[in-house]
């Protein structure tokens, strides 16, 4: 029998309150209830060769509290007049709770909602849209409300998150939360308070206008001739991205690698500087105007995601130069080749012939499935050769 039994109601109401719409309800009218179940009883030969069983049925459905079961008259030629289910209703918000035994949680609920018409009514939206994660939160709220207060008086305060002082809130608090206050922020501030340009989820503190910790930026000098230091110690330099906007150097090229060893082993190569390219983002480049008159050169792994970073800093660079991410570097370190963990599918578009036609025989795992060469598994001849291909042709074109 598939007929609708008190656990199939049950699990009617559930999905509702799963759905987050019993909660909503509490916020802003949403018509919810009164509701109609679905209901699925017994056909008319069902009835006539298991009439004990529907009886059974009708009884079991009957006994079932928090809901209301319709009947209708059916005359069968049989049986005579009986009276069948022939609706389920819900009634009201408390009878579905009550149901699925959710009416302690929608009690804790309503006390937020509460809470946000007097402290945060513009906020009460996001209530809506997300109540079961405000419920999950619940003892949260009084410390997020008191927040967002600070922020409201205190608009694009230009100190670092540290300084705010709340009782009873640490600074971790707000960083573990910022995805949450930024979109209650979002509510709550006046349009004027708000940097919209900012919408990265690491620019919290840019869009409301606090001190962000500085981006540094670490380089090394390979030509002593453009040592920003004297003597003969490495120059390996960490200085914060504004800086090296403005830094003072006759570097013709720019080598840029993810792997500190390669960083740190970097040979000496006229004209040049590299750049370790892990801990900021490919964006704070663009701030360096000479970049732009420099050959720029990145050397990423030899793997879906390599190219993919290689795409995303062309977005900045569009003139940056692959380096040791070409199909017969990878093939001459087969002995190397290791697995990637989760290729990419989607295409990229910045990438040139050679580069794509590599990526996407990588992506459709032409070679071997999910190949991925590490950049600080090349072999180091082989990268001191490839620098002097790079020396090479630069001599070349300067001859011209």
């Not at 699925?100 to 996001?126: C, H, N, Y």
């Not at 920003?228 to 003072?248: H, V």
């Not at 002995?335 to 012939?353: F, M, N, V, Y």
């Amino acid at each position: 029998m598939s007929w609708t039994t008190p656990a199939d109601l049950r699990a009617q109401a559930q999905k509702l309150w799963d759905k987050g719409l019993m909660l909503a309800s509490l916020v802003e009218e949403n018509g919810l209830f009164p509701r109609r179940l679905t209901l699925k009883g017994p056909s008319s030969s069902e009835l006539t060769d298991q009439f004990d069983a529907v009886r059974a049925w009708i009884a079991d459905l009957r006994r079932g509290t928090h809901y209301r079961v319709a009947m209708r008259e059916v005359r069968h030629r049989i049986l005579g007049a009986n009276l069948i289910p022939d609706e389920v209703w819900i009634d009201t918000l408390d009878a579905a709770l009550a149901l699925i035994g959710k009416s302690r949680d929608a009690k804790r609920f309503g006390a937020i909602v509460t809470l946000m018409r007097e402290r945060q009514p513009s906020a009460l939206p996001w209530l809506a849209k997300y109540p079961l994660l405000a419920l999950e939160m619940a003892d949260q709220w009084p410390r997020l409300l008191d927040v967002i207060d600070w922020i409201k008086t205190h608009p694009r305060p230009d100190v670092y998150l540290r300084q705010i002082d709340i009782p009873g809130i640490h600074t971790k608090f707000i960083e573990t939360n910022r995805a949450l206050l930024a979109e209650l922020l979002d509510l709550a501030l006046p349009s004027e308070a708000i940097d919209r340009q900012a919408i990265r989820a690491g620019q919290f503190c840019r869009r409301y206008g606090f001190r962000d910790k500085p981006i540094r930026v670490r380089f090394r000098i390979l030509d002593p001739r453009l040592a920003l230091l004297p003597g003969d110690a490495d120059q390996d330099f960490t200085i914060n991205y504004d800086a090296f906007a403005r830094l003072e150097t006759k570097a013709t090229r720019v080598f840029i690698t993810e792997n500190e060893i390669n960083f740190l082993a970097f040979p000496r190569v006229a004209d040049s500087l590299v750049i370790f390219g892990a801990g900021y983002g490919f964006d704070m480049l663009t701030d360096a105007a000479w970049l732009h008159r420099c050959t720029v050169y990145y050397w990423g792994d030899i793997d879906t995601h390599g190219f993919a970073i290689l795409d995303q800093l062309r977005a900045h660079l569009p003139h940056v130069v692959s380096f040791l991410m070409d199909r017969q570097t990878l093939l001459a370190h087969e002995s190397q080749w290791i697995d990637e963990p989760q290729p990419l599918s989607r295409d990229l578009a910045r990438l040139d012939t050679n580069e794509r036609e590599l990526f996407d025989d990588l992506r459709d795992n032409r070679i071997r499935p999910a190949l991925r060469l590490e950049q600080e598994r090349i072999g180091f001849r082989w990268v001191e050769a490839a620098l002097e291909k790079v020396a090479l042709h630069a001599s070349h074109q300067l001859s011209e």
